[in-house]
């Protein structure tokens, strides 16, 4: 039973630019979301998707966009790339109607110089 | 608005003594309370949660945290430290009765915990 698959691992980008991260949940979960843990820091929640759409967001700029798939895949879409946007992004999948708990992927380093 | 704190940066135990890594919250109604860990360069990896019941309970490697709602703290414990046990620790409340709120985790900043042999 696959886990929580995510791509690239690394990502290097330079200020300004566009990224895409994605994620394919775990097997029977239909709910993604989506952390920033930058470098010393507890990760800090962005956004959840559910049944394709942006169910709650946490207090980020909307540079910060996101997508699910009808296979319950994500994209995380981030514009005009700030430095302090270099971060560890995790994405964790769940099943609404019965799991509590939130299992990660590795996450994708970013880093923008 | 919901919030955590790990008061410890760093905790140090030495093989085969019980560890603690403590952790208090702030909700505005019944929180569900998770634990989890993280190895360098790696995810998040579940340990346990609280939902609601005992005020005890068990997870993954041994571990297991109590809840406490007087202090609102939920400490993780183990009764012996292993060397593979050293590793970063997140505690993280959710609350699911806080409409805008309920549905993301909060975590703290992390407990970096050192087992020595």
């Known amino acids: 039973d696959a886990g929580v698959t995510q791509s690239p691992t690394h990502l290097i980008k330079t200020r300004g630019q566009q990224v895409t991260l994605r994620c394919s949940p775990k097997s029977g979960h239909d709910t993604v979301s989506w952390y920033q843990q930058a470098l010393g820091q507890g990760p800090q929640f962005i956004f959840q998707y559910y049944e394709e759409e942006e169910r709650q967001r946490g207090n980020f700029p909307d540079r910060f966009s996101g997508h699910q798939f009808p296979n319950y895949s994500s994209e995380l879409n981030v514009n005009a790339l700030l430095l302090g946007d270099s971060a560890l992004y995790l994405c964790?999948?769940?099943?609404?109607?019965?799991?509590?708990?939130?299992?990660f992927g590795p996450g994708t380093r970013l880093t923008v110089t | 608005a919901q919030s955590v704190a790990q008061p410890e940066d760093q905790v140090n135990v030495a093989e085969g003594n019980p560890l603690t890594v403590k952790c208090t919250y702030s909700?505005?109604?019944?929180?569900?309370l998770f634990w989890y860990v993280q190895y360098p360069n790696r995810g998040l990896q579940f340990l346990l949660k609280y939902i609601t019941g005992d005020n005890l309970v068990k997870g993954s490697y041994g571990f297991e945290a109590e809840f406490n709602k007087s202090q609102t703290s939920f400490h993780l414990k183990k009764p012996s430290a292993l060397v593979s046990d050293s590793a970063l620790y997140f505690c993280?409340?959710?609350?699911?009765?806080?409409?805008?709120?309920?549905?993301?985790?909060?975590f703290g900043k992390g407990t970096k915990l050192s087992v020595i042999p």
């Open positions: 964790a999948s769940s099943q609404a109607a019965w799991s509590y708990e939130q299992y």
């Open positions: 909700v505005s109604g019944n929180p569900y």
């Open positions: 993280a409340v959710r609350d699911p009765y806080s409409g805008a709120g309920s549905y993301q985790l909060t």
